[in-house]
């Protein structure tokens, strides 16, 4: 655990840092490197992508950089520079002379380009800069001099790989001073190239346990966590998550793990049910729409106790209500199975149609609802003409409420929305955000979070942003938003008046927030992406 010191004018102030470990910066390893000197430990990775069967949270404008190259101390194992790459990260080497580090990034795209880049990292000022002048897929790298790098990159595409019978090519950049090199300076064109054969050097496996192995030496323990999808404060400083291998875990609010519930799969919604004794867990297992299965869980909160609920051949997203209700619905692609629901008991009181869903359409987690809410498409498609609907009392009727989009003369297509049910002086309402999809490029209003007059659906304020929201948790008449940028954003609920915005940092590098929960008087806690958990202070 790592307690950060509070920053002055933030949102809120970490804490405590709850799952930190050894290497936690670059989530899964593929690539372990020591430096001829012992210096530095240069690690590449991946947290993973930033999406589970029922939700995407990967949007934003700019490029994905969800790949990492961390460079550690190796005498203390604190990470010095952390690198964000839009690529695999495939090879690196340390240059045998100066403090230099040539990082080989890049992938297929699944279609016809093979994409990538050589980045060169200056280890005393942690610039990092892309050498060369075009995409290349960089797999293989060696130093064989002070002066020449050798390396192994991918031909430009499946054209070539078929003029060339392989996908790669060997080549040499020869410089007298790596000190100095300028972005894209490098001409590809201009490189000898020599057909070989294309190897794939990574190796998941291997550097994981190279890692534990040198955490061990340390006296420390490498524990490989990523994604914590769901996170909840509870009334006694615990804290409860969601990440992948771990349906659910606790710990105290002395920052010391409780308990924790294994999963084939990852944790992905946890809801804790009225009064707070324990919580309805769902997690996923697979990774594709057509061969992942849900188990849905009661579990005691006190002590980790299980309780299966449903198992079911299919994945599925769950929604409850303030009054304990659950709702189960299929995220199948492509499927059309009713949605069950259940009253507190657990007993199924009704099934209802909803329509087919997708992942990018149809999340709909409005935290606190006096009913269950859902997003269902009116049009001759599922995903078209959205409302938010909600099911009667008597769990038997669905009732359109209205359009999830807001403003009819832009008419725009709205996707994924996060949100939380509040009342107050303004009366009741559910704030949201959403991503207006309108056939234009990436526009920094096309991320937005509204405040919206329950049941009719009126839109009071809005907020534009430029990445997509995680996240929406409201504390105290403020609105807690996290975007996948690594920003925090807080908003008056009132009026939508931005009260202050940070970016997440644990141990001075950003991080990236996926949860978000809430809980008086001042407790804010967020779930990250490379598997820690930030108990926070509102600011």
Same mark, same amino acid.
């Given at each position: 655990?790592?307690?950060?010191?509070?920053? =002055?004018?933030?949102?809120?102030? &970490?804490?405590?840092?709850?799952?930190?470990?050894?290497?936690?910066? $670059?989530?899964?390893?593929?690539?372990?490197?020591?430096?001829?000197?012992?210096?530095?430990?240069?690690?590449?990775?991946?947290?993973?992508?930033?999406?589970?069967?029922?939700?995407?949270?990967?949007?934003?404008? #700019?490029?994905?950089?969800?790949?990492?190259?961390?460079?550690?101390?190796?005498?203390?194992? !604190?990470?010095?520079?952390?690198?964000?790459?839009?690529?695999?990260?495939?090879?690196?080497?340390?240059?045998?002379?100066?403090?230099?580090?040539?990082?080989?990034?890049?992938?297929?795209?699944?279609?016809?380009?093979?994409?990538?880049?050589?980045? +060169?990292?200056?280890? *005393?000022?942690?610039?990092?800069?892309?050498?060369?002048?075009?995409?290349?897929?960089?797999?293989?790298?060696?130093?064989?001099?002070?002066?020449?790098?050798?390396?192994?990159?991918? $031909?430009?595409?499946? *054209? =070539?790989? /078929? /003029?060339?019978?392989?996908?790669?090519?060997?080549?040499?950049?020869?410089?007298?001073?790596?000190?100095?090199?300028?972005?894209?300076?490098?001409?590809?064109?201009?490189?000898?190239?020599?057909?070989?054969?294309?190897?794939?050097?990574?190796?998941?496996?291997?550097? =994981?346990?190279?890692?534990?192995?040198?955490?061990?030496?340390?006296?420390? !323990?490498?524990?490989?966590?990523?994604?914590?999808?769901? $996170?909840?404060?509870?009334?006694?400083?615990?804290?409860?998550?969601?990440?992948?291998?771990?349906?659910?875990?606790?710990?105290?609010?002395?920052? /010391? @793990?409780?308990?924790?519930? @294994?999963?084939?799969?990852?944790?992905?919604? +946890?809801?804790?049910?009225?009064?707070?004794?324990?919580?309805?867990?769902?997690?996923?297992?697979? !990774?594709?729409?057509?061969?992942?299965?849900?188990?849905?869980? !009661?579990?005691?909160?006190?002590?980790?106790?299980? /309780? @299966?609920?449903?198992?079911?051949?299919?994945?599925?997203?769950?929604?409850?209500? *303030?009054?304990?209700?659950?709702?189960?619905?299929?995220?199948?692609?492509?499927?059309?199975?009713?949605?069950?629901?259940?009253?507190?008991?657990?007993?199924?009181?009704? =099934? $209802?149609?909803?329509?087919?869903?997708?992942?990018?359409?149809?999340?709909?987690?409005?935290?606190?609802?006096?009913?269950?809410?859902?997003?269902? #498409?009116?049009?001759?498609?599922?995903?078209?003409?959205?409302?938010?609907?909600?099911?009667?009392?008597? #769990?038997?009727? +669905?009732?359109?409420?209205?359009?999830?989009?807001?403003?009819?003369?832009?008419?725009?297509?709205?996707?994924?929305?996060?949100?939380?049910?509040?009342?107050?002086?303004?009366?009741?309402? &559910?704030?949201?955000?959403?991503?207006?999809?309108?056939?234009?490029?990436?526009?920094?209003?096309?991320?937005?979070?509204?405040?919206?007059?329950?049941?009719?659906?009126?839109?009071?304020?809005?907020?534009?942003?430029?990445?997509?929201?995680?996240?929406?948790?409201?504390?105290?008449? +403020?609105?807690?938003?996290?975007?996948?940028?690594?920003?925090?954003?807080?908003?008056?609920?009132?009026?939508?008046?931005?009260?202050?915005?940070?970016?997440?940092?644990?141990?001075?590098? @950003?991080?990236?927030?996926?949860?978000?929960?809430?809980?008086?008087?001042?407790?804010?806690?967020?779930?990250?992406?490379?598997?820690?958990?930030?108990?926070?202070?509102?600011?």
């Amino acid at each position: 655990m790592n307690v950060a010191e509070p920053d =002055e004018g933030a949102v809120a102030s &970490v804490r405590q840092v709850l799952g930190d470990g050894p290497f936690a910066e $670059v989530g899964e390893a593929c690539v372990v490197l020591t430096d001829p000197t012992g210096e530095h430990i240069a690690v590449g990775g991946s947290p993973g992508y930033l999406q589970w069967t029922g939700r995407d949270v990967g949007r934003t404008t #700019g490029t994905r950089a969800w790949h990492r190259v961390g460079v550690y101390a190796a005498r203390t194992l !604190r990470c010095r520079w952390l690198l964000r790459l839009r690529w695999d990260v495939n090879a690196l080497a340390f240059h045998p002379e100066r403090p230099i580090l040539a990082i080989g990034s890049g992938s297929y795209d699944g279609g016809h380009m093979f994409e990538g880049e050589l980045i +060169i990292l200056d280890l *005393d000022s942690g610039r990092g800069v892309s050498l060369l002048d075009r995409s290349r897929e960089v797999t293989q790298l060696r130093w064989r001099d002070g002066q020449t790098l050798e390396l192994t990159m991918s $031909v430009r595409d499946d *054209d =070539e790989l /078929e /003029e060339l019978g392989t996908s790669a090519v060997a080549t040499t950049i020869t410089l007298d001073d790596w000190t100095a090199v300028r972005a894209r300076s490098v001409r590809v064109a201009d490189l000898p190239a020599t057909p070989v054969e294309g190897v794939d050097g990574t190796n998941r496996a291997t550097a =994981e346990a190279a890692l534990r192995a040198i955490a061990a030496e340390a006296g420390l !323990r490498r524990v490989l966590r990523s994604h914590v999808w769901a $996170v909840a404060a509870l009334a006694d400083g615990r804290v409860v998550a969601g990440l992948d291998r771990v349906a659910a875990e606790c710990w105290t609010g002395a920052g /010391e @793990p409780l308990w924790s519930l @294994p999963a084939d799969g990852t944790g992905c919604q +946890i809801l804790v049910d009225p009064g707070g004794a324990t919580a309805t867990v769902n997690s996923s297992r697979g !990774r594709r729409w057509d061969d992942s299965r849900a188990t849905i869980e !009661r579990v005691g909160l006190a002590d980790g106790s299980r /309780e @299966p609920l449903h198992v079911l051949g299919h994945s599925a997203v769950i929604t409850t209500d *303030d009054g304990g209700r659950l709702a189960v619905r299929d995220t199948s692609h492509g499927a059309h199975r009713p949605t069950l629901v259940f009253d507190p008991s657990g007993a199924l009181v009704a =099934e $209802v149609q909803l329509g087919g869903y997708d992942l990018f359409n149809h999340f709909l987690d409005i935290r606190r609802a006096p009913t269950l809410l859902f997003l269902k #498409g009116m049009g001759q498609q599922s995903y078209e003409d959205k409302w938010v609907v909600a099911l009667d009392p008597a #769990g038997q009727v +669905i009732e359109r409420l209205f359009p999830l989009e807001w403003d009819a003369d832009r008419g725009g297509h709205i996707r994924d929305s996060p949100g939380v049910f509040i009342s107050d002086a303004e009366g009741d309402a &559910v704030i949201h955000a959403s991503i207006v999809h309108n056939g234009l490029p990436s526009l920094p209003a096309n991320v937005q979070v509204v405040r919206r007059s329950y049941p009719d659906g009126r839109a009071q304020w809005t907020h534009a942003a430029i990445h997509q929201v995680t996240a929406v948790d409201a504390l105290d008449g +403020i609105v807690y938003v996290s975007l996948n940028s690594g920003e925090l954003l807080a908003l008056r609920a009132t009026d939508g008046h931005v009260l202050g915005q940070q970016k997440l940092m644990v141990n001075g590098h @950003p991080v990236v927030p996926l949860s978000l929960g809430t809980h008086p008087p001042d407790t804010v806690v967020i779930g990250t992406l490379d598997g820690r958990i930030l108990v926070c202070q509102t600011g």
